[in-house]
């Protein structure tokens, strides 16, 4: 395999996007860093590098292992990433799927009133 390969050829490749045009999107709108700093999907990475993608409510954290340009089945992506997410984040996360009850279903439309004054009770607001 080469040396340094693009952003978001890496990503589709390790299979962290299912396209690598998301990827390229995910790039140009800011949620792909390379240790801290944002990329743009033509930068190249390499072994080594420390990957953060933001998918709300989170940012993932992942280490490059090693170099692929091609998409690979998702047993053999482990020796081309490591997830290192801290579990504060992971916490955040589990939290998320506790909470899943409060969230309205989409087109729903505003609470009525009783369900507006059992929500300010579980709040005590």
């Given at each position: 395999m080469g040396n340094k390969v693009r952003i978001d050829k890496w990503l589709w490749a390790v299979r962290l996007y299912k396209t690598?045009?998301?990827?390229?999107?995910?790039?140009?709108?800011?949620?792909?860093?390379?240790?801290?700093?944002?990329?743009?999907?033509?930068?190249?990475?390499?072994?080594?590098?420390?990957?953060?993608?933001?998918?709300?409510?989170i940012v993932r954290t992942y280490e490059v292992l090693d170099i692929?340009?091609?998409?690979?089945?998702?047993?053999?992506?482990?020796?081309?990433?490591r997830d290192i997410t801290p579990a504060e984040q992971l916490?955040?996360?589990?939290?998320?799927?506790?909470?899943?009850?409060?969230?309205?279903?989409k087109g729903a439309g505003r609470p009525t009133k009783k369900e507006r004054r059992d929500l300010d009770d579980f709040f005590e607001i």
């Open positions: 690598r045009s998301l990827a390229t999107e995910e790039c140009g709108k800011g949620r792909v860093m390379i240790d801290g700093m944002p990329a743009k999907a033509s930068r190249e990475i390499k072994v080594g590098d420390k990957v953060q993608i933001r998918k709300p409510p692929a340009e091609k998409r690979m089945a998702a047993k053999l992506t482990e020796g081309f990433v916490e955040i996360l589990e939290m998320q799927k506790h909470m899943s009850w409060f969230q309205r279903d």
